[in-house]
């Protein structure tokens, strides 16, 4: 079995079709305990679902079977898919989950968010059972070394984020902020950091709607706001200049009819929308409507990536790192695949000892020369152990043969010295 990284992501998809394969909290268990079939060929994995990406991490000879169960669950034509799709194999899906988990895959170049979301991701997995040995290892390793860049380099330094960005664009569209009236749609991370980023600027108003209302309550008494329930947000959204929505709703929760009603109570005055959700809180079509300014998660991602080219230093420093961790996570790979070999050499020399052993024994018990039943013992017992190692030496290559003579005399390689 292999490791292997199938999925999708910003820079492979737009959208509106990363929001067709998305995975919601409450399904994830049994997606991953449907993946990870009995006799089937997946042996581990866990799936990251975020805005920006849908990525299945597992343990298989198979992939194909990963990307086509991607498309079946989601009931999408699998050529739908498949262009957007990559396939990344042992070393490139270590390096991949490396770079996504120190923030270098990101829309926002260092942004944290994605580090919860992969504990989160490692959690549902441990959960359904479908994490392994292998995969523990490797989000291990990517936690390690996502601190190690975080700490040791400037990577996560002056980066401009999604809700600094949202700040940014309303600022264009307002005349300040500070005069508005913002309401929040729902109370995750992402609601939390807008929220942070809008009530510095001092607004007007601030309201957070909530599906469970006691997580709006404490959200709002944070901010100095009011709360109100989801369902009282088509009488309630003519009220404000300003909405940020990011929910985990499989369907939009706003469309465009309460849009047009929404203009018609404001007199056609503009209402600035951001959307930060995957799949999307709002309909795609509001974006073609006169007086709404509609803003994705991927329209943000592009004013945030200003600045990177300023970090390319950093950037460089953090792809060193990985790339040692992506050394020393092979290694551990290649010393895993060689355990059964090694285990079943060790059974084999044990067995030959008990072997020759018991021969001795009943010799000396028949009253053989002590003497002469250790030599015979002795002599046996090396034949019988370097039968293997010489065989697989007169059956090598010539370059092999070099290298294995070197590792068995102790004997430090070439490429060691050097």
């Known amino acids: 079995m292999q490791l292997y990284a199938v999925g999708i992501n910003h820079q492979s998809a ?37 805005c920006n990406r849908t990525e299945i991490y597992c343990s298989t000879n198979d992939p194909q079977f990963a990307s086509g169960w991607l498309a079946d669950y989601h009931k999408l034509e699998r050529d739908t898919l498949t262009p957007y799709l990559y396939t990344l194999p042992s070393e490139a899906a ?32 441990e959960h359904a059972g479908t994490l392994g040995s292998l995969l523990h290892k490797l989000f291990q390793r990517t936690f390690s070394i996502a601190k190690k860049v975080r700490s040791e380099t400037e990577i996560g330094a002056s980066s401009v984020s999604m809700a600094a960005a949202a700040v940014g664009l309303a600022e264009r569209l307002f005349p300040s902020v500070s005069e508005q009236r913002v309401l929040f749609v729902g109370a995750g991370e992402m609601i939390e950091l807008c929220a942070a980023h809008f009530c510095a600027r001092k607004p007007r108003t601030v309201s957070f709607a909530n599906r469970t209302q006691a997580r709006g309550q404490l ?10 329930s989801l369902a009282d947000l088509p009488d309630r959204l003519p009220d404000y200049d300003i909405v940020v929505t990011c929910t985990a709703s499989q369907l939009p929760i706003i469309g465009k009819g309460l849009l047009e009603r929404t203009l018609k109570a404001r007199r056609r005055k503009p209402v600035f929308i951001v959307d930060l959700a995957v799949p999307r809180d ?5 974006a073609t409507m006169d007086d709404v300014f ?34 020393d996570f092979m290694n551990w790979v290649s010393a895993r695949d060689l355990v059964p070999a090694i285990r079943t050499l060790r059974d084999e020399a044990e067995r030959a000892r008990q072997r020759e052993v018991e021969q001795a024994l009943r010799r000396l018990t028949l009253g053989d020369d002590a003497g002469q ?7 046996s017992l090396t034949n019988k152990l370097l039968h293997a190692p010489s065989h697989a030496l007169n059956n090598l290559g010539e370059c092999s043969r070099d290298e294995l003579v070197q590792l068995l005399s102790g ?3 070439t490429s060691d010295r050097s």
């Open 14 to 50: 737009p959208i509106k079709v990363r929001e067709r394969v998305a995975f919601d909290a409450e399904t994830m268990g049994g997606a991953l305990r449907s993946l990870v079939e009995t006799g089937g060929p997946i042996r581990e994995a866990a799936i990251l679902s975020t």
């Open 373 to 379: 039943v250790i030599e015979r013992l002795s002599r």
């Open 94 to 125: 270590a390096r991949h989950a490396f770079r996504v988990g120190s923030g270098l895959d990101s829309m926002v170049l260092g942004e944290p968010q994605i580090l919860g979301q992969l504990k989160q991701a490692v959690r549902s997995a």
């Open 411 to 413: 004997r430090p390689r």
């Open 282 to 286: 709002v309909e795609a079509e509001a």
């Open 219 to 228: 959200l709002a008494a944070r901010h100095g706001g009011s709360a109100m």
């Open 294 to 327: 509609l803003y994705t998660v991927d329209d943000l991602g592009e004013i945030a990536k200003q600045g990177r080219d300023a970090r390319a230093g950093a950037v460089e420093d953090a792809e060193a790192i990985i790339s040692l961790g992506v050394s």
